[in-house]
């Protein structure tokens, strides 16, 4: 099946211009004002060039990720095999997707019946072609896996200790939960899925993936995120010094000449 991403703008005579997005082949679906679709935004595919693979032993499958992000991720993953409380081995189970391989994972499944928009329920959980992270290049969904026969996968999944130490050091470097629990923007809490922004605005290459993801992190932050909101928990007030009212000085009296 061929799938292409496109924009189509439908003009009604006397009505205003709605704007949609074409996520399966001959489905579309109404694009928010602010570009959103289904609740989230809009992302563009990485260049190849721009793709290496990701660190020897890490991905369950074929990975490719941004080149920027190479250094923070072996410096995570060789934290986290030196760190007792990972209880196991940090691994990758997606890593790049393309904008058309996102469209054959969003349009594979399909729910159907109850008399809704299919791909509206779809997009709860998989972000519609054209509009994931992972095109990008710089997101990742960590293999953590619960135990089996777990009622709630992402609040089991987030209790496993692999999840749980990510939690606690994946922001050291440079990764942020994209979609946290309860998130405004309305998409499914996924413990699993990462974001790299670098360890800072200066660090290699960070400053491209933060631009990429300027939008999300200032409408829809990560938690945790790499530069969390700095709350003051206290004010210390300003003294104000009252200052007389300035006199002019007396002209000086001039002197008798001799």
Same mark, same amino acid.
């Not at 509206?120 to 519609?128: D, L």
């Given at each position: 099946m061929r799938?292409?991403?496109?924009f189509l703008?439908?003009?009604?005579?006397g009505?205003?211009m709605?704007?949609?997005?074409?996520?399966?082949?001959g489905?579309?679906a109404s694009?928010a004002?602010?570009g $959103?679709?289904y609740?989230?935004?809009?992302?563009?595919?990485?260049?190849p060039?721009d793709?290496?693979s990701?660190?020897? &032993?890490?991905?369950?499958?074929?990975?490719?990720?941004r080149r920027?992000?190479?250094?923070?991720?072996e410096? +995570? +993953?060789?934290?986290?095999?030196? #760190?007792?409380?990972m209880?196991g081995? +940090?691994r990758g +189970?997606?890593c790049h $997707?393309?904008?058309?391989?996102?469209?054959? !994972?969003?349009c594979?499944?399909?729910?159907?019946? &109850?008399g809704? #928009?299919?791909?509206a329920?779809?997009a709860?959980?998989?972000?519609?072609? &054209?509009?994931?992270?992972?095109?990008?290049?710089?997101?990742l969904?960590f293999a953590?896996?619960?135990?089996?026969?777990?009622? #709630?996968?992402?609040?089991?999944?987030?209790?496993t200790?692999?999840?749980?130490?990510l939690v606690?050091?994946?922001p050291r470097?440079?990764?942020?939960?994209?979609?946290?629990?309860?998130?405004r923007q309305?998409v499914?809490?996924?413990?699993?899925?990462?974001?790299?922004?670098? @360890?800072?605005?200066?660090?290699? &290459?960070?400053?491209?993936?933060?631009?990429?993801?300027? $939008?999300a992190?200032?409408q829809f932050?990560?938690d945790?995120? !790499?530069?969390?909101?700095?709350?003051?928990?206290?004010v @210390?007030? !300003?003294?104000? !010094?009252?200052?007389p009212?300035w006199?002019?000085?007396k002209?000086?009296?001039a002197k008798? $000449?001799?």
């Amino acid at each position: 099946m061929r799938i292409s991403v496109v924009f189509l703008a439908a003009i009604a005579a006397g009505a205003p211009m709605q704007v949609q997005a074409q996520v399966c082949a001959g489905a579309a679906a109404s694009m928010a004002s602010n570009g $959103r679709v289904y609740g989230h935004l809009s992302y563009g595919d990485a260049a190849p060039d721009d793709l290496v693979s990701a660190p020897a &032993g890490f991905a369950l499958t074929g990975c490719l990720v941004r080149r920027d992000m190479i250094p923070d991720l072996e410096r +995570l +993953l060789a934290a986290a095999r030196g #760190d007792a409380a990972m209880m196991g081995e +940090l691994r990758g +189970l997606s890593c790049h $997707r393309s904008i058309l391989r996102q469209a054959s !994972v969003f349009c594979r499944e399909r729910p159907g019946g &109850g008399g809704g #928009d299919p791909d509206a329920a779809r997009a709860m959980s998989v972000a519609p072609p &054209g509009h994931s992270e992972h095109s990008t290049g710089y997101a990742l969904d960590f293999a953590i896996r619960p135990a089996n026969g777990c009622p #709630d996968a992402e609040a089991c999944m987030a209790a496993t200790p692999a999840a749980r130490w990510l939690v606690a050091n994946a922001p050291r470097f440079g990764f942020e939960m994209s979609f946290p629990g309860g998130n405004r923007q309305q998409v499914k809490w996924e413990p699993w899925h990462w974001r790299w922004v670098g @360890t800072s605005a200066r660090a290699p &290459g960070a400053a491209r993936a933060r631009f990429v993801f300027a $939008r999300a992190r200032d409408q829809f932050p990560g938690d945790p995120a !790499v530069d969390p909101v700095a709350t003051i928990a206290t004010v @210390t007030p !300003v003294a104000f !010094v009252a200052v007389p009212r300035w006199i002019a000085p007396k002209p000086a009296k001039a002197k008798r $000449r001799r």
